[in-house]
């Protein structure tokens, strides 16, 4: 395959080029929608019928298998408003995911619209509700030992002070009861939001996802958009249909330490001042 046919398809691996044209048959690259982050190549490809499919690359094994297993045991749950898994290919860590139509909600109104955060908090509930929950007992001493590795690599980028005090918060989930952990999407927000041009909306993106406390699944919307938009968490909870009692409110504080640490570390290392500022904030807000 020649240097030309592979900028063509957006730097996709050759392999998983081959791989494209034997599961769709004939079909082009249209568009790369990769991140810069890197964590994965997206590519927009065209098939003969006619119909569009995401192919995507996923440079870690670890969270290729978090994503793969997110389609074929979560995602169905939401039918036709997410993607569904058309083909995976582990030797090449790549996914084939079918595309659906419109535009990522954060550029559109729907990003502030209480109609949309309504529908959102719909669909996160019937994620949620894709497989029973389960107690998890060490949750906490799991999450700590994590906290401990990050704040590691955060030493040149916070404080002594910050680290303690968000270590101190952090180690108050271990004197809350055993949370109850759900399929959780944890990159849940209106980037993550597509909304078609009828203004139906549908998540998208499970890179992240995994088992979780499902307050924390609003974390990204509860520092982010929902700043100083008291309706748009009431919308949402609404369409969610559960109102946070004071011990979920105390897990996403405490928790707060844990996110906020670790966003600054991995935005730094991956070049997204944008994101870093997004943790420090998270930090300042939750007190540590």
Not at 24 to 47: F, N, Y
Not at 94 to 104: A, D, E, V, Y
Not at 137 to 149: E, W, Y
Not at 258 to 267: E, F, N, P, Q, R
Request: one cysteine or more; a negative charge; glycine letters at 6%.
């Amino acid at each position: 395959m020649t240097d030309d046919h592979q900028t063509d398809w957006f730097g996709l691996p050759p392999e998983a080029v081959a791989h494209c044209q034997r599961v769709l048959g004939p079909c082009h690259p249209v568009a790369d929608l990769s991140w810069p982050h890197g964590g994965a190549r997206t590519v927009e490809v065209h098939a003969a019928d006619g119909q569009s499919w995401i192919a995507k690359s996923v440079a870690k094994p670890s969270a290729y298998e978090r994503e793969r297993d997110a389609y074929r045991d979560w995602v169905p749950a939401l039918a036709d408003n997410a993607p569904h898994l058309l083909d995976a290919a582990d030797n090449l860590r790549l996914l084939l995911i079918s595309k659906l139509p419109g535009t990522l909600a954060e550029s559109t109104p729907a990003a502030t619209s209480p109609q949309a955060h309504h529908r959102a908090g719909e669909l996160t509930r019937r994620f949620h509700q894709s497989t029973a929950p389960i107690t998890d007992p060490g949750f906490a001493p799991r999450l700590l030992a994590k906290f401990d590795s990050w704040a590691t690599r955060a030493e040149t980028l916070l404080s002594q002070s910050q680290l303690a005090a968000a270590r101190t918060e952090l180690s108050g989930l271990a004197t809350l009861p055993a949370p109850t952990l759900v399929p959780c999407h944890l990159d849940n927000h209106p980037r993550n939001w597509l909304v078609d041009d009828t203004g139906r909306l549908r998540l998208i993106d499970f890179g992240h996802a995994r088992k979780d406390v499902w307050i924390q699944d609003l974390s990204r919307l509860h520092f982010g958009v929902w700043h100083n938009r008291p309706d748009l968490r009431e919308a949402f909870l609404s369409g969610y249909g559960r109102t946070p009692t004071e011990l979920d409110l105390a897990v996403l504080r405490c928790y707060a330490a844990y996110t906020g640490v670790s966003t600054v570390v991995w935005a730094h290392e991956h070049a997204d001042p944008e994101f870093e500022a997004h943790g420090r904030e998270i930090l300042a807000r939750s007190g540590s």
